[in-house]
């Protein structure tokens, strides 16, 4: 069973939603259980939000996974974090695939473990010549560090002759980033109640528009997330310009 649309999506809803998927951990305390059984019920959630983007016109998705702050948490939430990673991309890969899902990993891998390097490797390959719904998750990933990686590379470039440093803008600079091939985030969802961006596409949602609420992550329903698509349809997005 595919993910097609069963109704025409929405056109003046957002094409690309990042969700900051926070408070597994709480939920998992408040059932007397580990913070690895809240990942885990985390995990299983994200399946069903990526299953409703096609009727909600939810082109791209965006997923924070993984922090580059994340790795201050304990080696026991870190190790299992990382074998839920192998695990879900192992158990979703064919489905991913047949259901039209194109997949793409952001964020610095260098500090990966080499065997989810090379499943993330084979998970974007596998999926390449999708298109019904773009997923996007960002692991290892904090936005400082994507703009420092950037304009290391930048640099590079121009120390090596082939950009002109007179030449570079913001459009130059956003060639460089994780994220060069992707559309901007029109909306951004933070879950739990917390009201911060904790160093997510710092550069890419300068423009986005943002929803935090009260809902912990795994408590999250495709209804929410309807609801959530609904109110950014009611926005007044005049980046930067005077009301008209």
Not at 74 to 83: C, D, F, I, K, N
Not at 91 to 116: H, S, Y
Not at 138 to 151: K, S
């Amino acid at each position: 069973m595919t993910i097609a649309p069963k109704t025409a999506p929405p056109t003046h809803g957002p094409r690309h939603v990042a969700i900051i998927m926070d408070g597994n951990g709480r939920w998992a305390q408040q059932r007397g259980r580990p913070r690895l059984f809240g990942h885990q019920a985390g995990a299983r959630r994200v399946k069903e939000i990526v299953r409703a983007c096609p009727d909600l016109g939810v082109t791209h998705l965006t997923i924070f996974a993984f922090s580059t702050e994340n790795w201050k948490r304990t080696q026991a939430e870190v190790s299992g974090l990382m074998t839920l990673f192998r695990r879900y991309i192992r158990a979703e890969a064919r489905g991913l695939v047949r259901e039209g899902v194109r997949v793409r990993f952001i964020g610095d891998r260098i500090r990966l473990e080499p065997a989810l390097v090379a499943m993330m490797d084979e998970l974007e390959a596998m999926t390449a010549g999708n298109s019904v719904v773009n997923l996007t998750v960002a692991l290892n990933y904090g936005g400082r560090d994507e703009v420092a990686r950037a304009t290391r590379r930048l640099a590079r470039e121009v120390a090596a002759g082939r950009l002109d440093p007179e030449a570079v803008d913001a459009e130059t600079l956003a060639r460089f980033l994780d994220t060069h091939v992707l559309p901007d985030p029109d909306l951004v969802i933070r879950t739990s109640g917390e009201a911060r961006i904790s160093n997510f596409l710092l550069w890419q949602s300068a423009y986005a528009e943002y929803d935090f609420i009260d809902t912990l992550w795994p408590d999250f329903t495709t209804a929410d997330f309807a609801a959530c698509v609904g109110r950014f349809a009611g926005r007044d997005r005049r980046f930067g310009a005077a009301p008209g």
